[in-house]
């Protein structure tokens, strides 16, 4: 449950692809280095859905 990252060095970039059902992915950036800090996004996917790349910079969290 939440928004989940990992900080500094440790951060990854997320693919995320739905097999089965659908989910809505959120995403927030988090790094106050970046222009963007503090936007969001959401996104309604499922199984006919292609897949999303949430870069490390962003938490990521997704509802079923």
Known sequence: RGMHYQK???SQ???IHVLHGSI????ICVDRSLGYF???FSVELNEKSDFIIVPG????????
């Open 8 to 10: 500094n060095e440790f």
């Open 57 to 64: 910079s962003f938490a990521h969290g997704f509802y079923t």
């Open 24 to 27: 809505i992915d959120f995403g």
């Open 38 to 40: 503090g936007k969001s």
């Open 13 to 15: 970039n997320k693919i």
